[in-house]
């Protein structure tokens, strides 16, 4: 069935420092793909999203590229701040699975000054 | 504002209370879902529903109840909490097309003695 995979966490980095979360999805054919932040206490909010192969989505300074031949939606920043410092989580949406949408579990990050 | 309400926001009760917790969004969303969330687990699916009178179980529907009744309402039941059900709960609602992401609600932490 379809799954995403992400990294595991928790990360920590110092302020400007580069960020890569890595996520990997498994489901045939083209589902949507989403990164979601959840930052402390609060409920998970969108972060970007992409729908089709080679599309990039960015917000904020994300950013996120579909990539259909290696099933991936890394997220990246190139420059991390402290109020980066939550928890994302990617997830994935498929027609094929009545628009059913799966989380991976999640990988929390903090950014030290 | 476009939103997604629950209530209530915390509770702590006993085992074997039956309890329900509440959500409701305002964006006339055909898709509604519940999941918990739980350290090193990620975000797990109880329930969903992809409209009024069809709902479907997620991952992890032992020991909940849910109803939709009305397009704007999808309350979560526990007939016979346990301290298992200790966690953290979120609803979520979206427009069903594969483009759309999902809207969450600010969540609610319920602990079970």
Known sequence: GDSVTQMEGPVTLSEEAFLTINCTYTATGYPSLFWYVQYPGEGLQLLLKATKADDKGSNKGFEATYRKETTSFHLEKGSVQVSDSAVYFCALRHTNTGNQFYFGTGTSLTVIP | ?113
């Not at chain 2, 849910?66 to 427009?95: G, M």
């Open chain 2, 1 to 113: 504002e476009a939103q997604v309400t629950q209530n209530p926001r915390y509770l702590i009760t006993v085992t074997g209370k039956k309890l329900t917790v509440t959500c409701s969004q305002n964006m006339n969303h055909e898709y509604m879902s519940w999941y918990r969330q739980d350290p090193g687990l990620g975000l797990r699916q109880i329930y969903y529903s992809m409209n009024v009178e069809v709902t479907d179980k997620g991952d992890v529907p032992e020991g909940y109840k849910v109803s939709r009744k009305e397009k704007r309402n999808f309350p979560l039941i526990l007939e016979s909490p346990s301290p298992n059900q200790t966690s953290l709960y979120f609803c979520a609602s979206s427009s069903p097309g594969l483009l759309n992401e999902q809207f969450f609600g600010p969540g609610t932490r319920l602990t079970v003695l």
